[in-house]
C-alpha cells in the first residue's frame, strides 16, 4: 500500500495596494472586493426564492438600500448592519408563515411565532452594537462634589465618559480617601435628655 502525502495548496492572492473604497456604503470596507462579497452574502441569506430573478433583484435593491442608509463606517459595522438585515428578514418571514398557517394548527404557529419572537430579540441586541462601537454607547456618570461650610453648601457636578466612567463604576481605581476626625469632642446625648444651654 502507497501513502499518499498530502500536499499543501499554495494561493497566490493579489490585494489592491490602493484600494478606492467605491462600495464603502455597502459594507464599510475601503477593498470593493470586500463590499461585493459580503453584500452578495448578505442577499443569499434573505428568504426569498433566488432561482426568480425578479423577486431576488428587488430584495437586493432594497436590502442594499437599507444597508447604505444605516451608513456602515467600518468593516465591523458592515457586518453588524449585514447581519441585522438577514435577522430581521428571517423575523418578518417567520411572522408571515405564521399568519399564514390556518386556525387548526396552532402548534405550527406557535413554533413560527417563537422563532420570530427570537430572530427580533436578535435584531433588537444587534442594532445596539453599532452604537457601542462608535462609542456612542459609553457609560456617563455624573459625580456630585458636595462641600458644606458653615451657612452654605457648593455643589459640582462632574461628568466622567469612557474609561474613567467603567473604572469608577467598577470602584478599582483607587479607594475613598478617609474623612478628616473632628478636632472638637461633640457630647452625646442620651434619648430623652435635653441639651444643656
Known amino acids: 500500500m502507497s501513502k499518499k502525502r498530502a500536499t499543501k ?18 459594507a464599510g470596507a475601503e477593498h470593493d ?3 461585493n462579497w459580503l453584500g452578495s452574502r448578505t442577499t443569499e441569506a434573505l428568504p426569498v426564492n433566488q432561482n426568480d430573478e425578479e423577486s431576488a433583484i428587488q430584495a437586493t435593491v432594497a436590502v442594499y438600500s437599507g444597508i447604505i442608509d444605516m451608513k456602515p463606517d467600518d ?9 441585522i438585515m438577514a ?5 418578518l418571514s417567520m411572522y408571515g ?12 404557529r406557535m413554533k413560527y411565532l417563537a422563532l420570530a419572537d427570537k430572530a427580533a430579540r436578535t435584531v433588537s441586541i444587534l442594532t445596539e452594537r453599532p452604537d457601542h462601537h462608535r462609542g456612542r454607547g459609553q457609560q456617563h456618570i455624573t459625580v456630585k462634589h458636595v462641600t458644606v461650610n458653615a451657612d452654605q453648601a457648593v455643589v459640582a457636578d462632574q461628568i466622567v465618559r469612557g474609561k474613567e466612567a467603567a473604572l469608577l463604576a467598577s470602584g478599582i481605581e483607587k479607594p475613598m480617601e478617609s474623612l478628616e476626625p473632628h ?3 461633640v457630647p452625646a446625648i442620651a434619648k430623652g435628655q435635653r441639651r444643656s444651654e
Request: glycine content about 4%; hydrophobic content about 40%; charged content about 25%.
Open 33 to 35: 472586493d470586500w463590499s
Open 183 to 185: 478636632k472638637e469632642a
Open 9 to 26: 495548496r499554495i494561493r497566490k492572492i493579489a490585494l489592491d495596494p490602493n484600494p478606492k473604497g467605491n462600495l464603502k456604503a455597502l
Open 75 to 83: 468593516p465591523i459595522e458592515g457586518i453588524l448592519v449585514s447581519q
Open 87 to 91: 435577522a430581521n428578514q428571517a423575523s
Open 97 to 108: 408563515r405564521a399568519w399564514a398557517l390556518p386556525t387548526e394548527h396552532f402548534e405550527a
